[in-house]
């Protein structure tokens, strides 16, 4: 029932803000003895006064009495929710603002247009766009080798997003990740919406990806099938399924565990995890396993410079889980998406989460929000956290945060 109060709450609104307009706008229009194209069709308008909020009562009757699963229900889904926000909020806040005396109506108009602009630009020009952003990590821990590599990250595909006037832009997307001729692909995680099932339509587009040290990936929350509530032996084929499909694209899949790549006399090391997120996100990441034998390795106190890269979907995993047992010189994450919203730099994420976009680089100081995490960066080694606004969404939309993929080049200090 929980689940339920906020459609509930929102259709509830929807009908009294269609009930309030309609008492006060359209019906005494339709009444007035002035001739008019709108008063000679004062039936027809009426009725599609009301046709939206009847939509979304017919979708949220199907989902409650005929539900047949998210993946199926996809399309009915985003009709439903596209309804929701592009005309059911923007009649309840027109609404709330028309009471205000005198202005009230015309600022409530201006805000619902706001909206309907909003939704209308993140559905066509927003959703389409994709930045490709740079990022030079420049530290002492570089081996000489590896001077001038060149780092592709890329999270959160949610490729069952990919359909219709969209399925071109995952190819478009592979595309441009292979333009940048990177040394190594990183992709962290979030490759579904629900199902493996997704990825089939985009096998060739995945497997289309190149570089000298191949893609390397890890699993997100979405890659798990837990939002299927299925039983538990099914949810684990589900989930085998997802590793198996990312391998068979010629990906290397890394559970809760390293690679060491070469050149020459010099190694930098690639650590991956399965899943880690404050709840309700599943907790299946195993820091200490990941990092394995090479641990000594890594201390920071040696003089060869040795770089480790750590991959992990989920950012609070940085300070909450990674950073009190290991401090990488690098670590990738995704999740937040940055809520596919952004205003003047400002996104929600920043409500929710410490890092949701961007690069961090952590100095000891601040919050660590009670970790015992010691003091260990420097300007010659300094400790980045970069975090991916992901390329797709469960729902394709964005506005003031595109789609992205993030190009990493390190240099020697």
Same mark, same amino acid.
């Given at each position: ?33 002035? +001739? ?58 027109? +609404? ?128 798990? +099938? ?40 010099? +190694? ?146």
């Amino acid at each position: 029932m929980v689940k339920l109060f906020i459609p509930i709450l929102i259709i509830g609104l929807c009908f009294c803000s269609d009930l309030y307009i309609f008492l006060r706008y359209i019906k005494p229009a339709a009444l007035s003895s002035h +001739s008019s194209f709108f008063t000679r069709h004062s039936s027809f308008f009426k009725w599609l006064w009301w046709l939206p909020l009847v939509v979304v009562l017919a979708l949220f009757a199907k989902f409650l009495f005929f539900n047949a699963g998210l993946e199926k229900e996809y399309t009915a889904t985003n009709i439903f929710l596209l309804v929701m926000v592009l005309v059911c909020v923007p009649k309840i806040l027109f +609404s709330l603002f028309s009471l205000i005396p005198k202005v009230g109506t015309y600022v409530g108009l201006a805000v619902a247009l706001l909206i309907v602009y909003i939704v209308v630009y993140g559905i066509t020009i927003g959703f389409n766009q994709l930045k490709v952003k740079h990022i030079t990590y420049e530290s002492t821990s570089v081996p000489k080798a590896f001077d001038g590599y060149k780092i592709v990250q890329f999270s959160d595909g949610h490729v069952g997003s990919f359909r219709g006037p969209y399925a071109h832009l995952l190819k478009e997307t592979m595309d441009s990740i292979n333009a940048q001729k990177p040394d190594l692909i990183c992709f962290v995680g979030d490759i579904q919406n629900f199902t493996p099932n997704e990825l089939e339509a985009h096998r060739k587009a995945f497997s289309s990806l190149k570089a000298p040290d191949g893609v390397m990936t890890i699993m997100g929350n979405h890659d798990y +099938s837990t939002y299927l509530k299925l039983p538990a032996k099914e949810e684990a084929a589900m989930v085998q399924r997802t590793r198996n499909t990312q391998r068979s694209f010629g990906w290397d899949l890394l559970e809760d565990e390293h690679r060491i790549i070469h050149r020459g006399n010099d +190694s930098i090391y690639i650590i991956g995890e399965e899943n880690w997120g404050l709840p309700p996100f599943p907790q299946f990441g195993d820091i200490k396993k990941a990092v394995g034998d090479i641990a000594k390795t890594l201390d920071k106190n040696k003089q060869t410079p040795t770089l480790s890269i750590m991959l992990s979907h989920d950012p609070n995993a940085w300070r909450h889980h990674i950073m009190p047992v290991i401090k990488p010189d690098i670590t990738l994450a995704g999740h937040t998406h940055g809520t596919q919203f952004g205003l003047f730099g400002w996104s929600p994420s920043s409500m929710v989460y410490d890092e949701w976009g961007g690069e961090y680089y952590y100095n000891g100081n601040g919050n660590d929000n009670g970790n015992s995490v010691s003091r260990m960066t420097t300007e010659e080694r300094p400790t980045l956290l970069s975090v991916s606004t992901g390329f797709g969404g469960n729902f394709p939309f964005r506005f003031g945060m595109p789609r992205e993929i993030v190009v990493i080049t390190l240099k020697k200090k």
